[in-house]
């Protein structure tokens, strides 16, 4: 596919987390690194635009040196007299309505904008609190990015796509920022996500969906199938899942009236950085060109130069000669193991390719009768040769599939168990669900208090949990009422009544919280009335190590 005036050109890239461990003295400036080489790929190709697939940041509030350092880089890469060549022919207050400047940033006369970018947001820099509001309202009301795909109603979906023009090649752009996905497997089953499509010109344009959800099935309900998808879309970039499958990829989605098959083409960029010490951030990370031109296209995928070096090994101490209780063997037997990782991945290093400390993982299965010992004492030994000393052992047990056949499983087990670096909000969510009602709560809906708490901890929204008792007390201060509930009756009538009550609380729990939210708007602000520090400032923001 010859480059000219017909074909657009755009980079492809998701799932950035910039500030990831920017604390970190070793990995702290890893995101931004791999961010600007994303940057400057995009103006060394001279693409038309950049089009990221969500969680541009890693925190939901990123600290002010994350966001000054972000905004340096878009203005110093996407700003300039280079005209933009792609027209924009869609109904702008439509697709930025969120926006206080409704209009696409390389069309606004007082600014010079040479690459534009296009992005929606992802699960970490979602819209929350407040007014509604994320970092990428922020690098939207700066003129830096085009943010699009924010819904106005979570119930009722309407995606209205962004019709882009270059010569002969029409883009329809749809995006839908991330929800949580139990909700918006609801609303897609129930047939409340609307796609819009071009009035004119049909059958000319070429149709892509950015989506930033989960595509791996972690439940019945806490995923997106493809077979959500609508049939006329001819591709999808899809954020959230970090492992690196960019090659576009059929799916199936069912068969048609006439008996054919169905289906889109996927392309999974997958993350620019890794944030844990799995498996699916084993491959090597890439960004994608996308050439479109009429209603075929082609994606060239290359290797980001900048990403920390990963390697991962598994080992199993029962299948070793090593004694149970000979722990100096064993820990002289995981450094020589630790040993040839560091020298695999110093090995696998492109040539040119300046060096950086590799993330180290050993799995160590210790089923059998060995003992752990510390993280932190075996890391010391190589503090200068990894990036991660401090967790480059991960120990587990494998489980005997006897003993779980015979017994269920309960919630506290599946905690204990779990691999905590694979739990992100949602799956979280889902296991403090199963224990609160394990706890059997009298009028607290289990599902919206977990969802509160996910978001008092990862979005550090204070007035989650206040504002969530608040809503309830309401909820069933109403219900109460309605019934005409004598006090002699009122426990009675709530244990009768709870599926009711719960049910009304989950169901109007946006339209009361939008309301507390504005209430709040209305009250002195006291956050600082006791505490004159920034939390901002704060050191690592009370969490645990994300890794």
């Known amino acids: 596919m010859s480059e000219d005036e017909n074909v657009m050109k755009i980079l492809v890239a998701t799932d950035n987390h910039i500030g990831y461990m920017e604390k970190d003295p070793v990995r702290g400036n890893d995101s931004l690194e791999t961010f600007e080489e994303i940057l400057r790929a995009a103006k060394d190709q001279e693409v038309d635009f950049i089009l990221l ?74 819209p929350a609190g407040e007014g509604n509001l994320s970092a990428m309202d922020i690098l939207s009301v700066s003129n830096l990015v085009n943010y699009f795909g924010k819904a106005a109603d979570i119930e009722h979906i309407e995606v209205s796509p962004l019709l882009l023009q270059k010569g002969t090649a029409k883009l329809a752009l749809y995006g839908l920022g991330s929800c949580r996905d139990e909700r918006l497997h609801r609303v897609f089953r129930k047939g409340n996500v609307r796609f819009l499509r071009p009035s004119e010109e049909e059958g000319e344009w070429f149709s892509v969906l950015v989506l930033h959800q989960n595509r791996a099935k972690h439940g019945e ?103 149970t209780h000979d722990e100096d063997q064993v820990n002289a037997y995981l450094t ?31 089923s059998g009768g060995y003992n752990t010992f510390s993280l932190a004492r075996f890391g010391q030994k190589f503090v200068d040769q990894v990036a991660n000393p401090r967790n480059i052992l991960h120990w587990y047990r494998r489980r005997d599939p006897t003993t779980l056949a015979k017994k269920e499983e309960g919630v506290g087990d599946r905690i204990s168990s779990a691999n905590l670096q694979t739990l992100d909000s949602s799956n979280v969510s889902a296991l403090l669900v199963e224990q609160l009602k394990a706890e059997k709560l009298s009028v ?75 209430s709040r708007l209305s009250q002195p602000d006291r956050t600082n009335e006791f505490d004159e520090s920034d939390p901002s400032d704060r050191d690592e923001h009370g969490s645990m190590d994300s890794e």
């Open 444 to 518: 607290l809906s289990e599902k919206n208090l977990a969802e509160a708490l996910v978001e008092f901890v990862d979005k550090q929204e204070r007035e989650a949990i206040s504002d969530f008792v608040k809503y309830s007390l309401q909820q069933t201060q109403e219900f109460l009422r309605q019934r005409q509930v004598s006090e002699t009756d009122i426990e009675q009538q709530i244990m009768r009544q709870r599926e009711e009550l719960c049910r009304r609380q989950e169901n109007a729990a946006e339209e009361v919280r939008a309301h507390l939210r504005e």
């Open 53 to 126: 697939g969500g969680d541009l940041f890693h925190e939901n509030k990123p600290s002010r040196q994350v966001l000054h350092r972000t905004m340096e880089l878009l203005r110093h890469y996407c700003m300039g007299s280079r005209p933009c060549p792609v027209e924009f022919r869609s109904d702008q207050s439509v697709n930025f309505q969120h926006s206080k400047f409704p209009v696409v940033n390389y069309e606004d006369p007082n600014y010079n904008v040479s690459i534009p970018v296009f992005s929606i947001h992802g699960n970490h820099d979602d």
């Open 336 to 366: 020589e193991k630790v040993r040839h990782l560091i020298d695999r991945a110093s090995a696998e290093a492109e040539d040119g390719v300046t060096a950086k400390l590799p993330l180290v993982r050993l799995k160590v299965d210790y």
């Open 221 to 323: 309900t806490n995923h997106i199938p493809a077979s959500f998808l609508p049939e006329f879309l001819d591709l999808v970039i899809w954020g959230h899942e970090h492992e690196c499958l960019i090659e576009p990829e059929w799916a199936p989605c069912g068969e048609d009236l006439d008996g054919e098959e169905k289906g889109v083409y996927i392309s999974q960029p997958g993350s620019s950085i890794a944030t844990s010490l799995t498996d699916g951030e084993l491959a090597k990370k890439h960004i994608a060109t996308l050439f479109i031109k009429g209603i075929t296209f082609k994606m060239e995928s290359s290797p980001l130069k900048t990403v920390r070096p990963f390697v991962m090994d598994n080992v199993c101490l029962a299948k070793t000669r090593i004694l």
